[in-house]
């Protein structure tokens, strides 16, 4: 009980100022979480339809220490395999911890249209630990994302994550599951140098406008600058490093109550 | 059995695909496209139905230019005045276009103009419009329409909660709930031969009335129309049910007017003269006669119409026309019917080479006494059982403006006039200017015309609209409305004043992708909800929008974004906001006959004066325009599948789900408990 009493006013205090996408939505390594435009990457959980831009099969897993808590952690793993009819993603993501905890699953499909566009669609089922009843509630939760390149410097990005609003529905509760909507695009000044904006609406939190610059300075490294503001203005900075056939990502948020936000992923791209 | 699954699998997937049933499917698609720029600024219910089916025939006997008449033209509704007298000036000074591209060297057309055109309008030989009909063509190349729509509700509505025979001691309740099941359906035949001959017939019974039972037994509406066009002397020959368009709209206009959309420079409506009525809507039309006859330069119209309508009906006297068309409880049934309306007019218009002046009388009797319950904005409300009402209107032209007007009076003597002149002083700009004046006194049946109510009385206003192509590619748009209400209107009890402006940025970047920006800015004047004063408190409303639309093709898909946001406050309380945004994706199956379209819309309206509008595709004949309040978000899901050559269904899903915390979604018989709303349509139509 000592543990469980800090830890939910803790989850009170973290949910109303932190309105931004629900904890079992792993963050994606796009600076300020500005993912829904980048054909670059796929990231779990997040746009489908980047999945359709995938060349090679990739694995990756990323941990994320949110304000230096570890109960607060979401930790993920992917898998991305391409064929010539469709892309395929695997997901698993884990928050929370032995008393409270919430899993998702999720297996994605998406295909890039001739390089025009692509389109996304993935499976969810969700699952949270319910220490009152001790058992697990489920919800399934589709996701479909939508990227189209307008040209190759400029591309624009749709995604809806739980759009028919699913629920969980127990005996005393009803556990409201995130329903997010994301636009968002993606400029290259240059192939090095690359603009991303995004604004995110979970239906019962804040809007979330964010906007992130990603600089290739060397072949190895890159650097990632960013920021984005719902109730607090938080400034965001990033690495990438790519040492080769991996690909290590760094990021931080200084949100300016809850403090330190950090996150770390590492990928493996299979050769083709 | 074996053989009807295999059957039935051949029917499904081994259909093809013409080039004429996309092409019909494109038209479709246009025409939605078009209406969707008029309905897109306009909160009243707009007959799609006859919108689309004007065009649709239009598209089935494209307007031979080298023949048309500023008349043909004028069914375009995409096409301005200016836009009409050019293509007129062009074939006149230049002879015969010889291919439609030849549009392009018209004044004031674009590409964008001349892509809507094209499915229209033809180029050719000038032919004979007037061949004698015979019996075995008719009979050989008519041509046959079947339709029947389904609609149903998934949520059960409070009004089909208590059926009567389960609680037949409770009259009170039972005479407010719906006797009927909760299917919408609607049957439609129509039969046309070329451009000579329509005919055609419509029922219809909406959700909650009953088709066979004690208290109904059939559809609760039932409409036939036919009409003949260029026999002998006569221009058109309508029985059943029809429409009568003339002038302006001030006298006679039942039909869906032009009025303040980003089409700025079509501001009044066209003189469309007498046409069949074939639409489910249960108000607006007239049940009799009527006929045109040419005499040289002159067309005399005149008509009948004997139909009954719907009023609450007590000792000979009722307080208003009810216009729902809903028959659903013992209540409504009751007011059914109640009111004989009888209706004479006629029209006579003179048509010169650039001059056309016309007059309209009509008359309308009721058998009961129409005496609205008057408080003071309805002070000056039609009552009374008789009412004549005369109008004249003109049109011309002279050197580059295009003068035109109408002025109307009824038989209490209070007066509308609307008078206005456009002109294009360079190429790529046009120019409309236009004033109202309505009478508080003036009130009759079937007026409507420019106005910023559908009512037109008791308004008075100046418009300017200017339509600019600065660049390739580019299309301006604007107007600024400026409008006074002399007496006290419904939820304004002062005379009060407003102002309205639009502008319009339109960018087609390539052939494939099109966007525009839409910024609008309304203000007018409205009671204060919280005085408890003794006089009157008016506040000033504020409403301002920005739409961003932008719409993209790859392949055989299409994708449409709309981005749009508003805010809203009275007096000087604290502004509110409103923001829609959606995606759509639309599919068509290159070896199938089969069309997708999907749309998920998110929405965040804080009040209800941030309230939204949304067009969406629909099945065919259908075109919603759902309003959105508060949180949340809607999706659906559109197919039409083309079964054969001749058979095609439609069926739409969609869903709206509240996400701020609202347990129950509209109110009284319409109550649905939950947050959740969803309906299913389906339609079937048949070509033989």
Redesign the interface.
């Given at each position: 009980m000592k543990r469980i009493i800090p830890f939910l006013v803790l989850c009170f205090t973290y949910q109303c100022l932190r309105a931004q996408l629900s904890t079992i939505l792993p963050t994606s390594t796009s600076i300020a979480n500005t993912s829904v435009s980048n054909t670059k990457e796929w990231m779990s959980f997040q746009n489908p339809a980047t999945l359709g831009y995938i060349e090679n099969t990739e694995i990756g897993t990323q941990y994320e220490n949110r304000y230096l808590i570890s109960e607060l952690s979401t930790k993920s793993i992917q898998l991305a395999v391409p064929t010539n009819l469709l892309n395929a993603g695997l997901s698993f993501s884990h928050f929370g911890y032995s008393l409270y905890h919430e899993m998702m699953i999720g297996a994605g499909f998406a295909r890039n249209f001739s390089d025009k566009f692509a389109m996304g669609l993935q499976f969810n089922y969700y699952t949270a630990y319910f220490v009152a009843s001790n058992s697990y509630r489920g919800a399934f939760l589709p996701q479909m994302g939508l990227s189209v390149k307008f040209s190759s410097n400029f591309s624009l990005g749709f995604h809806t994550f739980n759009p028919f609003q699913a629920n969980i529905q127990t005996e005393f509760v009803t556990k409201r599951l995130p329903s997010v909507v994301s636009f968002g695009t993606e400029y290259f000044f240059s192939p090095e140098f690359v603009w991303r904006t995004q604004v995110d609406k979970e239906l019962s939190s804040n809007y979330r406008f964010a906007s992130g610059f990603e600089y290739q300075m060397l072949q190895q490294l890159s650097v990632k600058l960013g920021a984005y503001g719902s109730d607090y203005l938080v400034p965001c900075l990033g690495f990438g490093f790519v040492i080769r056939r991996f690909t290590l990502n760094l990021n931080c948020e200084l949100h300016p109550v809850l403090g330190l936000n950090t996150l770390a992923g590492i990928k493996y791209c299979f050769k083709k | 059995m074996k053989q009807f699954f295999i059957c039935l699998f051949l029917l499904l997937f081994c259909s093809f695909t013409t080039r004429a049933q996309d092409a019909v499917a494109a038209t479709e698609q246009l025409i939605a496209d078009i209406f969707e720029q008029y309905a897109a600024e306009s909160e009243d219910a707009i007959d799609y139905e006859s919108f689309f089916e004007d065009l649709m025939y239009c598209a089935q006997h494209p307007i031979n230019l080298n023949q048309s008449t500023r008349e043909e033209l004028d069914k375009l509704p995409f096409l301005s005045d200016i836009q009409v007298e050019n293509i007129l000036a062009y074939v006149y000074q230049n002879g015969k276009l010889q291919t439609i591209y030849e549009l392009q060297l018209v004044e004031g057309l674009d590409m964008t103009d001349i892509r809507r055109m094209l499915a229209f309008v033809n180029v050719g030989e000038a032919v004979d419009l007037t061949p004698k009909i015979y019996w075995h063509d008719v009979m050989k190349y008519g041509k046959n329409g079947l339709f029947f729509r389904v609609d149903k509700g998934l949520e059960t509505k409070e009004g089909y909660q208590f059926l009567p025979e389960e609680d037949p001691n409770s009259t009170e309740a039972n005479s407010k709930s719906y006797l009927g099941n909760s299917f919408y359906h609607s049957l439609r035949y129509n039969f046309h031969f070329k451009d000579r001959i329509q005919l055609g017939f419509t029922a219809e019974k909406d959700a909650g009335e009953q088709f066979w039972g004690a208290a109904h037994k059939g559809y609760d509406f039932y409409s036939f129309h036919a009409q003949l066009n260029n026999v002998g002397k006569f221009k058109t020959l309508v029985a059943g049910d029809f429409r009568a368009n003339f002038g302006q709209g001030l006298v006679l206009h039942p039909e869906f007017g032009m009025g303040k959309s980003s089409y700025v420079l079509n501001v009044t409506p066209r003189n469309s003269g007498l046409k069949k009525f074939s639409s489910t809507d249960e108000s607006n039309f007239f049940r009799g006669a009527g006929a045109t006859v040419r005499l040289g330069k002159c067309d005399l119209s005149a008509f009948y119409s004997n139909k009954m309508i719907d009023g609450d009906t007590v000792s000979g006297a009722f307080q208003t026309i009810i216009k729902t068309g809903y028959h659903r409880t013992t209540d409504e049934l009751s007011k059914k019917h109640t009111v004989n309306q009888q209706i004479v007019g006629g029209n006579l218009t003179y048509t010169f080479s650039n001059f056309q002046l016309g007059f309209t009388a009509v008359h309308t009797e009721l058998d009961n006494h129409l005496e609205p319950d008057k408080s003071v904005y309805n002070y000056f409300y039609f009552s009374g059982n008789k009412q004549t009402t005369g109008g004249i209107f003109y049109r011309m032209r002279w050197h580059k403006l295009n003068l035109f007007g109408e002025t109307a009076m009824t038989d209490n003597s209070s007066m509308a006039t609307i008078n206005g002149f456009s002109f294009s002083p360079l190429s790529p700009v046009s120019l409309v200017v236009l004033h109202r004046y309505y009478s508080p006194e003036y009130d009759t049946f079937y007026a409507s015309s420019f106005s910023e109510t559908s009512r037109i009385n008791n308004e008075s206003g100046f418009y300017l609209g200017a339509e600019v192509r600065p660049f390739r590619k580019w299309k301006m748009a604007a107007y600024a409305d400026s409008y006074r209400f002399p007496w006290p209107k419904y939820g304004i009890d002062a005379p009060s004043i407003g102002t309205d402006y639009l502008f319009q940025a339109d960018f087609a970047a390539k052939r494939n992708?099109a966007m525009f920006w839409r910024f609008k800015f309304e203000e007018k004047q409205t009671n204060l909800s919280t005085s408890g004063a003794v006089m009157p408190v008016l506040v000033t409303l504020q409403k301002t929008s920005l739409r961003y639309q932008l719409t993209?093709i790859?392949?055989d898909?299409s994708?449409k974004?709309v981005?749009e946001g508003n805010l809203s406050r009275q007096g000087e309380t604290a502004w509110t906001y409103g923001?829609i945004?959606c995606?759509d994706?639309s599919y068509s199956f290159p070896k199938i006959p089969l069309k997708i379209d999907f749309r998920?819309q998110?929405f965040?309206a804080v009040d209800y004066e941030n309230r939204f509008y949304s067009c969406e595709k629909d099945v065919l004949y259908a075109f919603s325009i759902p309003m959105y309040f508060g949180?949340?978000?809607r999706?659906y899901l559109n197919l039409e599948y083309d079964l054969t050559k001749r058979l095609s269904i439609w069926f739409k899903i969609a869903?709206t789900?509240y996400?701020d915390d609202r347990e129950l979604l509209s109110s009284g018989n319409e109550a649905i408990l939950g947050n959740r709303k969803t309906d299913a349509r389906l339609l079937i139509k048949w070509e033989f």
């Open positions: - | 992708i993209y790859q392949g898909f994708f974004n981005l923001i945004a995606q994706i998920y998110f965040d949180l949340g978000s999706y869903q789900v996400a």
